[in-house]
Each structure stands twice: as structure tokens, then as C-alpha cells.
């Protein structure tokens, strides 16, 4: 059974631009999150997607966003970067029970 | 707002020594409970999970841990550690009955010596 794919793995961005990276979860899972992962703030949770639909939603501004599509792939959007927004983006494949399996992660460096 | 803490931020231990790192959580409802691992360079592994039942539950790699529901407390626990045990170590804490959301707290690197 394949794990989680992320892509890409790296980003380098400068301020100002947008980012889209894409994960793919484990056949047969409907639900996504997405979390950021710094040195300073640990991992937090950005959104949640199921079927389509995001169900949760964490402390983060409106430039972050995110959406499903109907083979459960899920991307996630940060436009207007800043520098603070450079950091690890994890995303997990979520059963039914709520275990969730983390992929590689894609890190962004904002310069 | 829930939180979970992880007193110990940084653990240096010899290889064979016994290993408990700590876990403490603040939301008195029903919770899901994990521990995860990320290894130099790797991604974030589940080591082990609580749902419900026994509150002692094995995981991965000889690793366990115990709920105590008075203490809100999930430790996590190893009697001999490996040098391969050198890693970062996340408790976390899902709310029962809401979306798929975990709370984190802030890891605990375990360096094992020879």
C-alpha cells in the first residue's frame, strides 16, 4: 500500500508570490490535513478536507487555503508569501478511526 | 483552548537506560492519544495510539504508553533505548467527536549516547 506523496519536496519562493503544493493520500482515504511545522510554533493544524468539503479549519489568515478533488488528492494554497511562512508542510492521510499518516512534507523557504 | 505539554524538551540518555518521556493535555472530554516519532530526516511516524480500553497500549519499536484519565497524562516509555532511537518525539491529542484535528505539543528530542 503506498504512503503519502508530497510535491514537491522543495520550494524556494520570494515574498510577495503564491505557492500551491499538492499531496496525495493513501488509496482509499477520504479525508486530508494539512499542518504547518516550524522551529518556534511546533506543528499546527492549517485544515481538514473530507470528501470535497473542508471540515476544520485552524488559527491561520485567509492567504492559506486548500481544497479536495474527487480522487481525494488535496492542495493547499498560501498566497501574498511572507517571510514567517517559510517552514515545513506536512500533510496526513486520515482513516475513518482519525489515525493519521503523515507524508515527507514539503518545505518552503520564503526569501 | 486544549493544549498538550511535553515537559521535557530535551532528554540525553545512555544506550539500555530506561526511557519515560511526559505528556499532558488539558481538555477533559473524550480524547484520541498519540505518540509520533520523526528521525533525522524522515517524516513524522506513528508510534503508537489510545482510543479506548486497556490504558496501557504497546506500539512500534518496544515502545509503550500509559493513560492515566486522573492525571491527563500519556507518557510514553521504552525500557532499554538504542542509539536508533535518536529522534523527536510528539505527543497528540484529537478531540472525540470532532474533525479530524490534532493538537501537538512541542516535541522532545531524545539523544541516545554509546
Known amino acids: 500500500k503506498a504512503g503519502v506523496t508530497q510535491t514537491p519536496r522543495y520550494l524556494i519562493k520570494t515574498r510577495g508570490q503564491q505557492v500551491t503544493l499538492s499531496c496525495s493520500p493513501i488509496?482509499?482515504?477520504?479525508?486530508v490535513s494539512w499542518y504547518q511545522q516550524t522551529p518556534g510554533q511546533g506543528l499546527q493544524f492549517l485544515f481538514e478536507?473530507?470528501?470535497?468539503?473542508?471540515?476544520n479549519k485552524g488559527n491561520f489568515p485567509g492567504r492559506f487555503s486548500g481544497r479536495q478533488f474527487s480522487n481525494s488528492r488535496s492542495e493547499m494554497n498560501v498566497s501574498t508569501l511572507e517571510l514567517g511562512d517559510s517552514a515545513l508542510y506536512l500533510c496526513?492521510?486520515?482513516?475513518?478511526?482519525?489515525?493519521?499518516?503523515f507524508g515527507p512534507g514539503t518545505r518552503l523557504t520564503v526569501l | 483552548a486544549q493544549s498538550v505539554s511535553q515537559h521535557n524538551h530535551h532528554v540525553i540518555l545512555s544506550e539500555a537506560a530506561s526511557l519515560e518521556l511526559g505528556c499532558n493535555y488539558s481538555?477533559?472530554?473524550?480524547?484520541?492519544l498519540f505518540w509520533y516519532v520523526q528521525y533525522p530526516g524522515q517524516h513524522l511516524q506513528l508510534l503508537l495510539k489510545?482510543?479506548?480500553?486497556?490504558?496501557l497500549v504497546k506500539g512500534i519499536k518496544g515502545f509503550e504508553a500509559e493513560f492515566i484519565k486522573s492525571k491527563f497524562s500519556f507518557n510514553l516509555r521504552k525500557p532499554s533505548v538504542q542509539w536508533s532511537d535518536t529522534a523527536e518525539y510528539f505527543c497528540a491529542v484529537k478531540r472525540g467527536g470532532t474533525a479530524s484535528k490534532l493538537t501537538f505539543g512541542t516535541g522532545t528530542r531524545l539523544q541516545v549516547t554509546l
Open positions: 489510545y482510543f479506548s480500553g486497556d490504558p
Open positions: 481538555y477533559g472530554g473524550t480524547v484520541n
Open positions: 478536507y473530507f470528501s470535497e468539503t473542508q471540515r
Open positions: 496526513a492521510s486520515n482513516e475513518p478511526t482519525d489515525t493519521q499518516y
Open positions: 488509496s482509499g482515504h477520504r479525508s
